[in-house]
């Protein structure tokens, strides 16, 4: 195989998803109108985060970790101990809010709105750190090539959120010309490419007919291993790729019932997932693994 390999996880609890905050279909607007309602428990996050940083030791794996920056605030202590393991941060929003409509792909926050937020999770990232943060995972996958040029304004120098296949779009990109492997963005756009200080780090899909998405996350809980660590291999062998989980793919608690469209969202997960974590990472153990901001040009 021709690549090397990057774990990535996206740190974020249950009502970061879409279906509960921060979309135009979400329940609560934002993550801070969830906070002022709901009365129950919130925190389903971090014992499954516990447990990822273990399995990471077991396989002796130093991974990529996209925060979410409203749980430095919410979990004290969490992200810290992601830093003290030796892990890299990197940013996955303020609030894990969506940037583009995950139907239209039209912006839904001005280019100034979104740099100030991104800035601010940027610098309460950098304060737990104590380095530059360098990397981002727009929150959903949902990503314009606007958003890129945004990020290199403010100091980042990858993005890794573009997931090309023949299922679904989250961009507002036709990515004609886009693999898996890493690629320098053209400016305003997702398309490929001449030298530039900034990294696009796509996702692994797995071709036959049909490009099929195999990053890991909902498709590794609802299409299976096999799939995933075949995509993955396929991947590898066309150039660097990354494979990424949440902490809560591997969590065996219950999560509240509520969210708009999503309703068998989590409906797979558990010790189911984190057994396939475990098979794709044993199988690929042999492969060099990095993290994302040891790769080189970034």
């Known amino acids: ?46 014992e499954p985060t516990k447990k990822v940083l273990d399995l990471l030791d077991e396989f002796n794996v130093t991974a990529t970790f996209f925060v979410v ?35 239209t792909k039209k912006q839904l926050m001005s280019k100034d709105e979104f740099e100030k937020r991104t800035l601010l999770a940027k610098k309460i990232l950098e304060k737990i750190s104590g380095e ?11 990503v314009g090539g606007w958003m890129l040029d945004s990020l290199e304004r403010v100091g980042f120098k990858y993005d890794s959120s573009v997931s090309l296949n023949s299922l679904y779009n989250k961009t507002d990109s036709a990515l004609r010309t886009v693999s898996s492997i890493p690629y320098y963005p053209v400016e305003n756009g997702l398309e490929t490419g001449i030298d530039r200080n900034f990294i696009e780090f796509p996702w692994p899909y797995y071709q036959n007919v049909l490009k099929i998405p195999s990053c890991g996350g909902p498709i590794l809980r609802f299409l ?16 660097h790729t990354i494979f990424y989980f949440h902490p809560l793919d591997i969590s065996c608690a219950k999560f509240p019932s509520i969210g708009n469209q999503r309703p068998f969202y989590w409906c797979l997960k558990g010790k189911l997932v984190e057994k396939r974590i475990r098979y794709i990472l044993k199988k690929l153990e042999d492969i060099d693994k990095i993290c994302l901001r040891d790769y080189p040009g970034v």
């Not at 101990?81 to 941060?89: D, F, N, Q, T, Y």
């Open 69 to 103: 920056a409203d749980t430095v605030e919410h979990y004290p202590g969490l992200v810290e101990s992601i830093v003290e393991r030796g892990h890299e941060l990197a940013c996955h929003g303020l609030s894990h809010a969506c940037k583009i409509d995950p139907e």
């Open 224 to 239: 299976g291993a096999s799939l995933v660590l075949n995509g993955l291999i396929q991947s590898l062998k066309r150039g």
């Open 1 to 46: 195989m021709n690549g090397s390999f990057s774990v990535t996880v996206d740190l974020e609890d249950w009502y970061h998803i879409p279906s509960v905050c921060g979309s135009p279909y979400a329940i609560y607007r934002d993550v801070n109108e969830f906070f002022e309602k709901w009365g129950g428990k919130y925190d389903f996050l971090t």
């Open 132 to 142: 530059k943060i360098v990397g981002y995972r727009a929150p959903n996958a949902l």
